[in-house]
Every structure is written in C-alpha cells, then in structure tokens.
C-alpha cells in the first residue's frame, strides 16, 4: 500500500504561468511534509516543508499548501521558470522523532520558455 | 566541497559479485540513510542508523548489509550482486528531532549496474 502518492508522473507548463504539484497520502499519522526537487545526475534537495498545524507555507515563488481532511497537499510554484524543470518528490514523515520519510514516485516538472 | 560525497558515482558489476557502495559527509549527521530509486518510482529505504551503534532495516533490506564504520562514514554492502539490484542509489543524513531537522541531505547518487 502506497502511503504517498503523487498521481500524476509529468506536467508541462508554459514559462510565467503558474505550476500545481500534487500529492496524496493515506497515513493519518503524518504530522510533517517535504518536497524535494531532483536534477538529473544530482541527489535529491530539499525545498519546502510544512507542519500538519498549519495550512499554507510560502517561500518565495514557492507555497505549498495542506489540506489535512481530504489528505492532500499541493506545490505551487509562481511564476514557473525554465530552471524550475526537475522531477519533484513529496515526502511525509510521522513526528515520531525517528526521522525517517516516505516518498512519492516523484512529478516531472517541464516549464517551457 | 560537498557535504555529502558517495563512491563510486558509476558501477557496472556482474550478477554473483559483492559490492561496497560508501558514503561520507562532512554535516556532522547522526543520522544517515541508504536508498534505491528505479526508474519512474520514488525512493525505497533500504537500511538506517541514528548512530555508529544503530542500524536499522527498512522498507527493502533484502540482498544488502550495512556498516557504520563512524559517525561520518555508512557503507551499503549488496554481497551477491542480481540483476534487479540495478538501481540509482542514494545516501541521506539527517539531524535527530522532529519537524524541520527531519529534511535529509542526500548524495549524488551511485548508478549500478548489475550484468
């Protein structure tokens, strides 16, 4: 059983315009959520998180946003930019302090000039 | 220089072989984590250790063995190479705590390749 799941493996956007990652999960007992951003031949990075008491989490053109009920949250990225290209992975962890995360099987981004 | 360096980056080896992928950094982790991510999937845990003396199985385990020779050092051993062991594989570190200190830092990546 996949506890977090990112249903759709690819997104295309147009430069300027805005990208909505999303990602599901199952686990009620995630407090804590990550996105991680990958290039090719890199390790993943880390790039935004948020806690499970709040509902929106902003840095700069990046805002990730949870909404606790229907167990989604979602990556917002504006305006989206050629460099923005990369697959995208989210990640959830239990506040269990044992430091450990499960992972989506990732969204490639594709912005196009 | 970068925090968390893996070697080798790039290994092809045949089935039956034993490989040692290793992994270092230089954040002064406890925690560190061995991962494998296939193609179009996310990443799996295979093995984690909160500290030299603690090393813990994950999610996949089967086929590999690890060792924490020190704080800034987890080796991932695969002592019978098979093919489907072919994989990108990753090494993370984390601080202990909850919340933010759960964000990994991870390596560049080994690509195997078992033949």
């Known amino acids: 059983d996949q506890q977090v799941k990112q249903n759709s493996p690819s997104l295309s956007v147009q430069e300027g315009r805005i990208s909505i990652l999303n990602c599901d999960y199952t686990?009620?007992?995630?407090?804590?959520f990550l996105w991680y951003k990958k290039y090719p031949a890199e390790g993943p990075t880390f790039l935004i998180s948020?806690?499970?008491?709040?509902d929106k989490n902003e840095d700069g053109r990046f805002t990730v946003f949870l909404n606790k009920s229907a167990k989604h949250l979602s990556l917002h990225i504006v305006p989206s930019q050629p460099g923005d290209s990369a697959v995208y992975f989210c990640?959830?962890?239990?506040?269990?302090?044992?430091?450990?995360?499960?992972f989506g099987d990732g969204t490639t981004l594709t912005v196009k000039p | 220089d970068a925090d968390v360096t893996q070697t080798p980056r790039n290994r092809i080896t045949k089935t039956g072989k034993r490989i040692m992928l290793e992994c270092s950094q230089t954040?002064?982790?406890?925690?560190m984590y061995w991962y494998r991510q296939d193609p179009g999937l996310g990443l799996r845990l295979i093995y984690y250790?909160?500290?030299?003396?603690?090393?813990n199985k994950g999610e996949i385990s089967d086929g590999y063995s690890v060792s924490r020779q020190a704080q800034a050092k987890f080796s991932l051993s695969l002592e019978s190479a098979i093919p489907n062991q072919t994989a990108l594989y990753f090494c993370?570190?984390?601080?202990?705590?909850?919340?933010?200190?759960?964000?990994?830092?991870f390596g560049p990546g080994t690509r195997l390749t078992v033949l």
């Open positions: 993370a570190t984390s601080e202990p705590g909850q919340g933010i200190s759960d964000t990994q830092y």
């Open positions: 686990n009620s007992m995630f407090d804590y």
């Open positions: 948020i806690s499970s008491i709040k």
């Open positions: 990640a959830a962890s239990d506040g269990t302090n044992a430091g450990k995360s499960t």
């Open positions: 954040k002064g982790h406890d925690r």
């Open positions: 250790s909160f500290d030299v003396k603690d090393i």
